[in-house]
């Protein structure tokens, strides 16, 4: 971790009190000139650091900015991520699919304040305007774990789930099989994008996108969305560095299941804040709407769903809107 990174991670888990410059050059073993230079450095990416007179340092807690520093200072997982933030980009899953195809090592993290061509499932476009959400993307090398990589959306919406509920207090469910709602308004999108072997047959790469309506755009969500979409506050800016902080954590809970993804330590959280269990549902396939009841959610994250002719199924793609 940089100088930078680490003073962050000191001055963001002071709690906006002031830590002096002899404590961090003593813990960081660097000089005091070491240090105006990291603080002058993550002054000029936009933090807010007050120097007070023989004092030290304090990270003023207002700001939400979005940086590799401010991730890396959150991130308890060492030795995985390489974090890269970009101001605009057209699509983070995009753009990290064509850095694995030129050998980008698993781990790789790019996070964008907006992005212009923002994917969803089906074609779909994902709303990520500038400043208002969290938009990221990691590539995965899951090699040996080829047959486990349809958990690997599952996982990653319980790791954002449970990332949302520590740093933003609010409790989000699950809609099969990719989508976080709050008050029965879609709240996080994830796609998961793979890229498999000819030969192998092995999953030589997946890029997990997830995208967070964290605040309220200024000019509110478009019409097509206005009735689905919602955001996690109804704030318009971020603040306490949420989306840093939401990033890393997402990142620390996902990789956690994905070590163990044969395991599914994720999959009873899963069931737990699943809101279609039990439910009416039309099923979406190949342009087609059926009826069904949702019967369970198998181990393999299947939709196990019944007709209204009697036969029962089990889905493993697709789309599910409840009835209402």
Not at 2 to 28: W, Y
Not at 177 to 196: P, R, W
Not at 230 to 256: M, Q, V
Request: with cysteine; net charge negative; aromatic share 6%.
């Amino acid at each position: 971790m940089s100088t930078k990174s680490e003073l962050l991670r000191i001055l963001e888990r002071s709690g906006g009190a002031v830590v002096s410059g002899g404590a961090i050059a003593k813990k960081l073993s660097i000089s005091r000139n070491a240090i105006w230079k990291a603080v002058e450095a993550l002054r000029a990416q936009g933090y807010d650091i007050t120097a007070v007179t023989n004092k030290g340092y304090r990270l003023e807690r207002d700001g939400d900015i979005l940086s590799t520093a401010g991730i890396a200072a959150h991130v308890k997982t060492q030795g995985v991520f390489e974090v890269e933030v970009r101001k605009s980009v057209t699509s983070t899953n995009m753009l990290v699919r064509e850095m694995a195809a030129q050998g980008a090592p698993e781990g790789l993290v790019l996070a964008a304040e907006e992005q212009t061509a923002g994917k969803g499932r089906q074609g779909k476009a994902f709303h990520s305007p500038m400043g208002h959400g969290v938009y990221f993307s990691l590539l995965l090398r899951p090699g040996s774990k080829t047959s486990e990589a349809p958990l690997i959306t599952s996982a990653a919406a319980v790791a954002a789930a449970e990332a949302i509920e520590s740093v933003m207090a609010v409790r989000v469910g699950i809609k099969w099989v990719n989508d976080l709602f709050m008050s029965d308004m879609k709240v996080c999108g994830i796609l998961t994008e793979a890229v498999f072997g000819m030969e192998s047959g092995v999953v030589e790469s997946a890029v997990l996108g997830i995208g967070i309506n964290l605040t309220r755009p200024d000019d509110g969500f478009p019409e097509e969305l206005a009735d689905v979409a919602t955001a996690l506050t109804d704030r318009s800016t971020g603040k306490d560095g949420e989306r840093c902080r939401l990033i890393a954590e997402i990142l620390d809970n996902f990789w956690g299941y994905y070590q163990n993804l044969g395991k599914r330590e994720f999959l009873d959280e899963y069931r737990a804040r699943s809101i279609v269990l039990g439910k009416n549902v039309n099923v979406h396939s190949f342009g087609a709407i059926t009826p069904a009841e949702v019967l369970e959610i198998d181990n393999d994250c299947g939709l196990v769903v019944r007709y209204e002719n009697g036969e029962e199924a089990t889905l493993s793609s697709g789309d599910v809107s409840i009835k209402l």
